[in-house]
């Protein structure tokens, strides 16, 4: 993912807080951070790890909303999921982290779950690869399409190359 979008998209929107965002199924919509959103994106709730009968409530048509690639994956993917990215104004998190929640431990669980209302909250909605891998299954499958050369992700693009030790 190259954050230069993600950083951009926040400025533009004039968001406190920017979520990085990819559509979700079902299953991993329940191990996830999913939000609702309107037509510009804007978070209206966010639920962490939501409970089926409270995700039942919160599925979009994900094209329709821009954040599906296409008709098959916004039929297969109907949910608007956190990856755990986070842009902030810099004073926001501040205020936060320092006076607001000093205790708090996870952003989605803690802070963010708490502050839709409050702040205004963009979802970014990232379109390139990218895997939840919080279980055993979920790393083991990412780890097996990257060996057999059937993952989405490009270890080889000469625009966007990756670098394995510092070039100084």
């Not at 950083?7 to 979700?24: E, F, L, Q, S």
């Amino acid at each position: 993912m190259d954050y230069t979008h993600l950083i951009n998209y926040h400025r533009y929107k004039g968001a406190d807080v920017t979520i990085a965002t990819t559509p979700a199924d079902e299953d991993h919509a329940t191990h996830l951070g999913v939000l609702t959103v309107d037509r510009s994106a804007n978070v209206l709730e966010f639920h962490e790890k939501p409970p089926r009968t409270v995700l039942a409530t919160m599925s979009i048509d994900t094209l329709e909303y821009g954040f599906a690639a296409n008709q098959a994956e916004a039929k297969h993917k109907p949910y608007v999921a956190s990856m755990g990215m986070y842009v902030f104004k810099k004073k926001v998190l501040q205020e936060l982290l320092n006076n607001r929640f000093p205790k708090a431990i996870d952003f989605s669980r803690d802070i963010l779950s708490l502050m839709h209302g409050e702040l205004k909250i963009c979802a970014y909605p990232h379109k390139g690869y990218w895997e939840d891998v919080g279980s055993l299954k979920d790393y083991y499958e990412a780890n097996m399409e990257l060996a057999a050369d059937t993952s989405r992700l490009r270890l080889f693009d000469r625009d966007a190359p990756l670098y394995t030790e510092a070039r100084v």
